[in-house]
T-cell receptor, first 111, second 114 residues
């Protein structure tokens, strides 16, 4: 089982739609969770950290479910500019605290 | 303008040659990282450094080497021993290597070895 698993998609949605991605992680002791966005042939950019109580940033909402070991990202009122790959990131639970990146979920927002 | 710079953006080399990729940050971050990304795959950690003059192997360190002589700089050398060097190389930094600190990425270097 991969340490971080994401549905690769693509999710193809019309502008204005609400779309949600889930990501599962294997180690229940993981402490840090993030969502990054990566545009084609560009570097990943931090979208938001994910906190235990859930957090919102404009149209984006992130949730953490420790019992089921998954995090989610909800995008409301999708824009064309939201088209990208969304990477789920979890810290590795060892002495290094390294980050583990999922392979990403691709989102296509159509006019 | 604070940030992470990587150069060059594109690099072409012949098989058997060593090549060094540059990474500089002016964010005053303690920790720096090198990843590679292959098409359709997640980022894989090559090396990381939590503090100047110290670095550790990541998951795929074979065929690579690094140095961390200055806080701002973390160059990566891809040696001829690396079997599949063609990839997108990304450098990142974070304020600290401890949990909870976000990593920020440079624009990346696309290396093609023929």
């Amino acid at each position: 089982r991969k340490e971080v698993e994401q549905d690769p998609g693509p999710f193809n949605v019309p502008e204005g739609a609400t779309v949600a991605f889930n990501c599962t992680y294997s180690n229940s002791a993981s402490q840090s969770f993030f969502w990054y966005r990566q545009d084609c042939r560009k570097e990943p950019k931090l979208l938001m950290s994910v906190y235990s109580s859930g957090n919102e940033d404009g149209r984006f909402t992130a949730q953490l479910n420790r019992a089921s070991q998954y995090i989610s990202l909800l995008i409301r009122d999708s824009k064309l500019s939201d088209s990208a790959t969304y990477l789920c990131v979890v810290n590795r639970v060892d002495s290094s605290y390294k980050l583990i990146f999922g392979s990403g979920t691709r989102l296509l927002v159509r006019p | 303008d604070g940030g992470i710079t990587q150069s060059p953006k594109y690099l072409f080399r012949k098989e058997g040659q060593n090549v060094t990729l540059s990474c500089e940050q002016n964010l005053n971050h303690d920790a720096m990282y090198w990843y590679r990304q292959d098409p359709g795959q997640g980022l894989r950690l090559i090396y990381y450094s939590q503090i100047v003059n110290d670095f550790q192997k990541g998951d795929i360190a074979e065929g690579y080497s690094v140095s961390r002589e200055k806080k701002e700089s973390f160059p990566l050398t891809v040696t001829s021993a690396q079997k599949n060097p063609t990839a997108f190389y990304l450098c990142a930094s974070s304020m600290s290597g401890r949990p909870g600190y976000e990593q920020y990425f440079g624009p990346g270097t696309r290396l093609t070895v023929t």
